[in-house]
């Protein structure tokens, strides 16, 4: 099974900051991956898919790219609303896999 | 509108069996696969397993095979996620999912709490 290996498990950073986030695959996966967004006792959120498409109603200063086995998801101009954790989950084949998650906090 | 809706939090005792929903609406259910995702207390997610309902092919993580039951019933719309003999380490969120070009419609969750 392909395994997702997310990095860093944490940051701190502030308000205006550029955040990046990276996953990294351990076979190519071409461009399946996504990545989301989850809130304390709320359901994740899809952000981006194949790897640097921005789902519809996601605002833009979320972007993402690579493929293959390397992919980061940058945040640009971090907004309050933006502390959160994030995951990739690559959809290349079967089984799927999540990272591990990235929790983004107030510094 | 599309829409995911699961069935209520259970609270189960060790060994008992237990099977929870998950209802779509707003789209062609039976055309969409849809995943089920676990999410243990403080802990990340895990991609469980998942089924076509149109024609319930289903493919598990291999650490969840033989340990749950996905299943499906399209004249109704609903995803199903099955246990047996539940143990205490079942003590999780359980999320479904629908999958288009990635899982871009969740249910609110299922809390099951599994204690003596």
């Known amino acids: 099974a392909i395994q997702m290996t997310q990095s860093p498990s944490s940051l701190s950073a502030s308000v205006g900051d550029r955040v990046s986030i990276t996953c990294r695959a351990s076979q190519g996966i071409r461009k399946d991956l996504g990545w989301y967004q989850q809130k304390p006792g709320k359901a994740p959120k899809l952000l981006i898919y194949?790897?640097?498409s921005l789902e519809s109603g996601v605002p833009s200063r979320f972007s993402g790219s690579g493929s293959g086995t390397d992919f980061t998801l940058t945040i640009s101009n971090l907004q309050p609303e933006d502390f959160a954790t994030y995951y990739c989950?690559?959809?290349?084949?079967?089984?799927?896999?999540f990272g591990q998650g990235t929790k983004v906090e107030i510094k | 509108e599309v829409q995911l809706v699961q069935s209520g939090a259970e609270v189960k005792k060790p060994g008992e069996s237990l099977k929870i929903s998950c209802r779509g609406s707003?789209?062609?259910?039976?055309?969409?696969?849809v995943a089920w995702v676990r999410q243990m207390p403080g802990k990340g997610l895990e991609w469980m397993g998942i089924i076509y309902p149109g024609d319930s092919d289903t493919r598990y993580s291999p650490s969840f095979q033989g340990q749950v039951t996905i299943s499906a019933d399209k004249s109704i719309s609903t995803a199903y996620l099955q246990w047996t003999s539940l143990k205490a380490s079942d003590t999780a969120m359980y999320y479904c999912?629908?999958?288009?070009?990635?899982?871009?419609?969740w249910g609110q969750g299922t809390l099951v709490t599994v204690s003596s």
């Open positions: 989950l690559h959809d290349y084949t079967y089984p799927q896999a």
């Open positions: 707003g789209y062609s259910f039976a055309n969409y696969w």
């Open positions: 999912a629908r999958q288009s070009l990635h899982f871009d419609y």
């Open positions: 194949a790897a640097s």
